[in-house]
């Protein structure tokens, strides 16, 4: 059955948010039903403030409501033209103004954080990913291997996350003696393996520790693209510990695996919202639908400090010229528009 016909919030027109004002983040990921849902708990006379960059890839679920509630201008707007997350100067900003206008990319390896290496054989790519994320850009960016994120469109094939993360695994974080193990499916956890929550869990209890691990905070929910490390598999009580990248420790039953995945390598969908001192992105071809530019541009905005593009350039050329991600067929603005008496927008 599926899960989410079922789902209900807790604030809604009978019991709405009590707040002067409403703050949503990452809004281009908002869907037009969780939008409803929103709205229906919000009072009127509370400002609600949307943040989130509408170039990025759109909604999972229906709609493109950033995209629409933009264009129907008819709501105060403010659109920023300088990227703060890297200096000014940063190759990764310029080249991330050039792709969302459609413009081809310089890819001489001239900059300073901003790479393409052209590499047209899977199992040479294997290998350079390795030597970069165990060596070169831990030096580069003051960061560990462990900080260094890959990104690919795809979950299956030679470059999708699933082989990926069997493969960095194996280099990464091999196996040894010392390492407990335990295999759920068709993935072995390890203990040091990087892994990432993949649906939202409100009941799960975390806690985090300070020192001689006594327990100075607790509380419920752990949520969907969460990451951290495994750090201790206990096969007497059947349970696996994470600890979050904030810090939060989670014991999981072996019987709740179903909810963590290998995350050396995730899909470009799952790092939206989220970013990585230096990201790497195995571009090599694939399904036309998915290789796009909103998905490029997500890619290489992920990273802080460094973006290396393992494999094709005319890949990445490709990438720049599809905009078929663009493109959903949606009523949201003209509704808008009628309802505020609005003309007709020519915006494309």
Same mark, same amino acid.
């Given at each position: 059955?599926?899960?989410?016909?079922?789902?209900?919030?807790?604030?809604?027109?009978?019991?709405?948010?009590?707040?002067?004002?409403?703050?949503?983040?990452?809004?281009?990921?908002? /869907? @037009? #039903?969780?939008?409803?849902?929103?709205? $229906?708990?919000? +009072?009127?006379?509370?400002? %609600?403030?949307?943040?989130?960059?509408?170039?990025?890839?759109?909604?999972?679920?229906?709609?493109?409501?950033?995209?629409?509630?933009?264009?129907?201008?008819?709501?105060?707007?403010?659109?920023?033209?300088?990227?703060?997350?890297?200096?000014?100067?940063?190759?990764?900003?310029?080249?991330?103004?050039?792709?969302?206008?459609?413009?081809?990319?310089?890819?001489?390896?001239?900059?300073?954080?901003?790479?393409?290496?052209?590499?047209?054989?899977?199992?040479?790519?294997?290998?350079?990913?390795?030597?970069?994320?165990?060596?070169?850009?831990?030096?580069?960016?003051?960061?560990?291997?462990? /900080? @260094? #994120?890959?990104?690919?469109?795809?979950? $299956?094939?030679? +470059?999708?996350?699933?082989? %990926?993360?069997?493969?960095?695994?194996?280099?990464?974080?091999?196996?040894?003696?010392?390492?407990?193990?335990?295999?759920?499916?068709?993935?072995?956890?390890?203990?040091?393996?990087?892994?990432?929550?993949?649906?939202?869990?409100?009941?799960?209890?975390?806690?985090?520790?300070?020192?001689?691990?006594?327990?100075?905070?607790?509380?419920?929910?752990?949520?969907?693209?969460?990451?951290?490390?495994?750090?201790?598999?206990?096969?007497?009580?059947?349970?696996?510990?994470?600890?979050?990248?904030?810090?939060?420790?989670?014991?999981?039953?072996?019987?709740?695996?179903?909810?963590?995945?290998?995350?050396?390598?995730?899909?470009?969908?799952?790092?939206?919202?989220?970013?990585?001192?230096?990201?790497?992105?195995?571009?090599?071809?694939?399904?036309?639908?998915?290789?796009?530019?909103?998905?490029?541009?997500?890619?290489?905005?992920?990273?802080?400090?460094?973006?290396?593009?393992?494999?094709?350039?005319?890949?990445?050329?490709?990438?720049?010229?599809?905009?078929?991600?663009?493109?959903?067929?949606?009523?949201?603005?003209?509704?808008?528009?009628?309802?505020?008496?609005?003309?007709?927008?020519?915006?494309?």
């Amino acid at each position: 059955e599926d899960d989410t016909r079922k789902a209900n919030f807790e604030r809604n027109q009978e019991n709405p948010l009590e707040a002067d004002v409403v703050i949503i983040d990452e809004m281009s990921m908002v /869907d @037009i #039903q969780l939008f409803q849902a929103l709205l $229906k708990a919000i +009072l009127p006379g509370t400002r %609600l403030i949307l943040v989130g960059d509408v170039d990025q890839l759109p909604s999972v679920g229906p709609g493109q409501v950033l995209r629409d509630l933009m264009n129907s201008r008819a709501f105060p707007m403010v659109t920023l033209e300088k990227i703060f997350r890297q200096a000014g100067q940063s190759d990764i900003v310029v080249n991330a103004h050039r792709i969302n206008r459609g413009e081809q990319i310089t890819l001489d390896n001239k900059s300073e954080d901003f790479f393409l290496l052209e590499r047209n054989d899977v199992n040479v790519i294997y290998k350079h990913m390795i030597q970069l994320i165990q060596d070169m850009l831990p030096r580069y960016v003051g960061a560990t291997s462990f /900080d @260094i #994120q890959v990104l690919t469109p795809m979950r $299956k094939g030679s +470059l999708g996350c699933e082989t %990926l993360n069997e493969i960095l695994q194996r280099y990464l974080n091999p196996a040894d003696p010392h390492k407990k193990e335990h295999a759920y499916g068709n993935t072995v956890f390890r203990e040091g393996d990087k892994v990432m929550q993949i649906k939202n869990n409100y009941q799960i209890e975390w806690e985090i520790v300070g020192r001689y691990n006594i327990p100075i905070d607790k509380g419920m929910g752990v949520f969907n693209g969460d990451m951290g490390r495994v750090k201790e598999i206990n096969d007497t009580m059947s349970t696996l510990l994470v600890e979050f990248d904030d810090g939060r420790r989670v014991n999981y039953p072996f019987s709740a695996l179903e909810e963590l995945e290998l995350s050396y390598a995730i899909t470009i969908h799952k790092s939206q919202g989220s970013e990585y001192p230096a990201v790497i992105l195995p571009l090599l071809g694939g399904p036309r639908m998915l290789f796009n530019r909103n998905l490029l541009y997500t890619g290489i905005t992920r990273a802080r400090n460094c973006v290396t593009i393992l494999g094709s350039s005319e890949t990445v050329r490709n990438m720049i010229e599809n905009v078929s991600e663009n493109r959903r067929y949606t009523g949201l603005e003209q509704r808008i528009r009628e309802i505020c008496c609005l003309p007709e927008n020519d915006t494309p």
